[in-house]
């Protein structure tokens, strides 16, 4: 096993009676891209502000390639930053702001020089050099920021909610961006995010974080697939929850609904007359039988939105509803509401939520 | 409508009087000190006065001094308060308001009982520390303009997210002072910098009672003893401090431009 990058142990951080921070631990690799999602408050912007040193750890230590770094001031800890409102210096040029790290770290023009070349490269805006920044757009200017924050080549690469304040289209160009240039120079990198679709979709692994805690790490694919607790399940994705009550733990044996189901495995830790809140994911669930799926419940059709090319069906079982999406087809008009109606899915996909 | 633009008119032209017809009858009067014929006789003896060359530059170098004591002192005091201690800033703005409040004369002889030449800090035992003694009095004095004009600059930026930025690149506070901030409230500071220069170059108070050779007590001296040189010297006082107004005006269109703030 490789040794951790960057290691957050134990770190805790109060603000007079608050804590926001409680007992955090993660171990990053080395050129690894992980990312801090949550809901406001949640502590992750905290933890990013406590391994970039503009807050102190009120316990624990943060250790960056075997350097216990949480005494440190920021300005000694080499370590990139990208903020959520650009940060630019409105002063200086493009290529100055670039150069900012440089001069500061006492690199001789002509290399500096060359640097800031080859970052404006990098960001495909070599012609923008002695631009300032109040005449480029939003989605520019956070790739200057970028820019700036890699050209002294730091350790670590931090982006506290970076596209946050860009419009949809250019967020997703630039979310590519950002991991592909992340990849190109293999730096590790923590970002922090509240937008799901932004972490899924470029991490290594995602850190869930709620209360100050990190309820979950994982890959995405574990994060959306195999939720560890409800409040991950609830927050990445959209999920169905119904109530349920064990009437055989042993063969994994539930009641929803007056309606038998069978779940993978035994139910460990249960006891026949529990109550347990149990997930599945809309795109785990169809509409009428199907082989492979062995499990279904019976219910009635509750509403319909033709989305085009995707026809959202909610079906209400007992006192819950079940959401599930269906593609449109020409041949088969969509279900009509009041029609009984079962759905599908296999036992494997139902998750207990703890 | 129309009526309202009428009497809109008509309050601007009494202000427009109240404000520029004692000043055009001073112009006026300054003219007249040779018998007969408007001329520029009084502004030819004030400008050839060798105590007006002198009184005047040293008060324009007690204004440098002042500038930059004001601009050494408040800018990090201010930006010190926007970043790390916010609820101190109704604290300070009071302090910095004292000096409107206080008369000069109660500041200066406050100087005097404790700056004498028997004190500790015996300012007045000598001529530079007199010399200095005013200029700290000077600073006092700018500093409800300075402080606002700064503050007021460094509203317009996002003060913490810039020196965090400054600060993860590297930088220590005297660049970030220095490289960062300051720049991006020049023009701020050149506003407070040109009121700080009005102020000090027609102050009387303290100059007078300092005994110090300044442009306040020349001014007043002159007044007391001719006729047409006080209103020439009165003009040419004006046109200086308007020159300072001017620049600010003139400075301010090439305020840097805000990230944040495209236009």
Redesign the interface.
């Known amino acids: 096993m490789t040794e951790p990058f960057l290691s957050i142990q134990h770190v805790r951080k109060s603000f007079g009676p608050i804590t926001v921070v409680q007992d955090f631990n993660l171990d990053v690799e080395p050129g690894e891209f992980v990312s801090f999602l949550g809901p406001s408050g949640c502590g992750k912007t905290t933890v990013l502000r406590m391994v970039?040193?503009?807050e102190e750890p009120s316990a624990g230590k943060i250790v960056v390639a075997g350097k216990d770094i949480t005494r440190l001031?920021?300005?000694q800890?080499?370590?990139?930053?990208v903020?959520q409102?650009?940060?630019?210096?409105?002063?200086l040029t493009v290529a100055q702001n670039i150069g900012?790290?440089l001069k500061?770290?006492g690199m001789p023009k002509a290399d500096a020089d060359r640097r800031v070349a080859e970052m404006l490269d990098i960001i495909k805006l070599p012609q923008m050099g002695d631009r300032?920044?109040?005449q480029l757009s939003g989605g520019q200017?956070q790739r200057i920021a970028l820019a700036?924050?890699i050209a002294?080549k730091p350790k670590l690469l931090l982006l506290d909610e970076p596209l946050s304040a860009l419009d949809a289209k250019v967020r997703v160009s630039l979310r590519e961006e950002i991991r592909s240039i992340q990849k190109k120079l293999g730096i590790t990198t923590i970002f922090v995010t509240h937008d799901q679709e932004e972490a899924l979709s470029i991490s290594d692994r995602i850190a869930v974080m709620y209360g100050g805690k990190a309820e979950q790490v994982g890959t995405p694919f574990e994060i959306y697939n195999r939720p560890a607790t409800k409040f991950v399940a609830n927050f990445v994705g959209t999920l169905n929850v119904l109530e349920g009550t064990v009437t055989d733990a042993a063969s994994g044996k539930v009641r929803v609904n007056s309606q038998e189901v069978s779940l993978k495995g035994k139910l460990n830790g249960s006891k026949s007359g529990d109550t347990l809140s149990l997930a599945l994911r809309p795109e785990a669930i169809s509409l009428g039988r199907h082989p492979g799926r062995d499990s279904s419940l019976s219910g009635e059709i509750a509403e319909v939105h033709f989305l085009g090319s995707v026809i959202r069906v909610r079906v209400g079982i007992g006192g819950s509803t079940v959401s599930l999406d269906t593609f449109n087809s020409p041949a088969t008009p969509p279900p009509a509401v009041g029609e009984k109606a079962e759905i599908s899915f296999s036992s494997g996909d139902m998750l207990v939520l703890h | 409508m129309k009526s309202g633009r009428f009497w809109a008119w008509i309050v601007f032209a009494l202000g427009a009087a109240y404000f520029f017809i004692p000043l055009i009858a001073t112009v006026e009067f300054s003219m007249r000190m040779r018998r007969g014929a408007y001329s520029f006789d009084a502004y030819q003896v004030v400008l050839g006065d060798p105590r007006f060359q002198a009184t005047f530059i040293y008060s324009v170098v007690a204004a440098i001094f002042t500038i930059v004591l004001g601009v050494l002192v408040v800018v990090p005091a201010a930006y010190w308060i926007r970043l790390r201690l916010p609820q101190l800033r109704p604290v300070v703005e009071f302090i910095t308001l004292l000096p409107l409040v206080i008369p000069a004369i109660v500041i200066v002889f406050g100087y005097i009982r404790m700056y004498g030449s028997n004190s500790p800090l015996p300012f007045l035992a000598s001529e530079t520390g007199a010399n200095a003694l005013l200029v700290i009095g000077y600073a006092t004095l700018a500093l409800p303009y300075m402080y606002r004009a700064v503050d007021t600059g460094l509203r317009t930026i996002d003060v913490r997210t810039l020196t965090e930025a400054a600060q993860i690149l590297g930088a220590g506070w005297g660049t970030i002072i220095t490289r960062v901030i300051l720049p991006n409230v020049l023009i701020a500071v050149l506003s407070g910098a040109f009121l700080t220069f009005a102020i000090v170059i027609g102050e009387f108070t303290m100059a007078s009672l300092l005994n110090r050779p300044a442009f306040g007590p020349y001014l007043q001296n002159v007044g007391a003893n001719r006729a047409y040189e006080p209103a020439a010297l009165a003009i040419i006082a004006f046109a200086i401090t308007w020159g300072c107004m001017s620049l600010i005006q003139i400075l301010s269109r090439f305020a840097p431009r805000s990230a944040n703030r495209p236009n």
Do not use: C, E, S
């Open positions: 970039a040193g503009f001031k920021p300005n800890r080499n370590v990139g930053m903020f409102a650009y940060a630019l210096f409105p002063n900012f790290g500061v770290a300032y920044p109040y200017q700036r924050a002294p």
